[in-house]
């Protein structure tokens, strides 16, 4: 059995190197259609909630509205200042801290319209195991936030 050693040289590849703008360019077109219906579906759900539903949907501090805030948080999933901005219209509407944090985590962590887009670049298993595990984060973390904010004496 002969051995390679370091002086061989490099190893002879079946072509020449695809170059990295090509294959990012590759990869890109391949996104293309799952990013633009992922970006309609995003704006569809946003124009059809309702603010004023939303705040009586989600009125207290429950466990059912948290829930139905991380879920729909999930769903609804944005940039982190709008999600600041439809929080503050939240609380304003009467909805609880806890609701509101849990909806704004799910909303910059969790992002199931994404998940097809995700699930091609990162693979289907990585993706939904991400997606569940900040999904539960979401609920635990906003628990917390609360809870720490009540012992400084903030809320």
Known sequence: MKYRTASAGPKPGPGPARPPLGRALKAFTRLLP??????????????????????????????????LGTLLGSVAAGHPSAGYVLGGELRAGGVGL???????S???????????????????????????????????????????????GGY
């Open 34 to 67: 799952v990013l633009t219906a992922m970006l309609l579906l995003t704006s569809l759900v946003l124009a059809w909630l309702p603010m004023t539903g939303l705040a009586s949907a989600l009125a207290g501090d429950g466990p059912v509205d948290v829930l």
């Open 106 to 152: 799910a909303w910059v962590t969790v992002g199931a319209v994404q998940l097809p887009a995700e699930a091609l670049t990162l693979g289907r298993r990585f993706a939904l195991v991400r997606n569940l595990v900040c999904l539960v984060l979401a609920v635990v973390l906003a628990y917390l936030t609360v809870a720490g904010l009540a012992l400084a």
């Open 98 to 104: 806890i609701t509101v944090t849990a909806l704004i």
